[in-house]
Structures are given as C-alpha cells and as structure tokens.
C-alpha cells in the first residue's frame, strides 16, 4: 500500500466568484497522479479573517519516500539499541 500525504492550499477571503471558478478548475486540472479525496472547506474566524482551503490526498514523490524510508530505519535503530 502507498503511504498518502494530506497536501492543501488556501484562497484568500476576498474574490470575485468568475477568480474562485477559475481558481478550483485550475487546481482540479493540476491534482497531482494519484490525488484523491479532494476537500473544499471555509477556515478561520472574525478576527483573523475567513479563507478557503482546498485539501487532497497524494501519494509521496519519489524524494519523499526516501526520505521517510532513511528516517524509519534510523527510528528502528534509536528503538533497539
């Protein structure tokens, strides 16, 4: 199985509703290979202000799971010594 990574953006509070559309098209046509259960939810409060944040599940890059794959290794290590 894959190990997926939660990746999110956020849209400032202040557009048009022709800038939001265009906005989520352009994300939906850039969702990486593998992306899935894609989220729209509204963030924040009165004070420090509202914003949509848009959410998806991806797969790690290659980078990534390098990365994860030295750092679990050495976590297996610390724990038997």
């Not at 199985?1 to 022709?18: A, C, G, H, K, P």
């Not at 797969?59 to 799971?65: F, G, R, W």
């Amino acid at each position: 199985m894959t190990r997926m990574v939660r990746d999110f953006f956020e849209v400032e509070d202040r557009v048009s509703l022709d800038r939001m559309i265009d906005i989520l098209s352009t994300v939906r046509e850039r969702l990486p290979e593998g992306a899935t259960d894609a989220k729209v939810q509204m963030r924040g409060d009165d004070i420090f202000g509202r914003r949509l944040s848009v959410s998806y599940l991806r797969p790690l890059t290659a980078e990534e799971a390098a990365r994860d794959a030295r750092y679990a290794g050495e976590n297996r290590l610390s724990i038997a010594a």
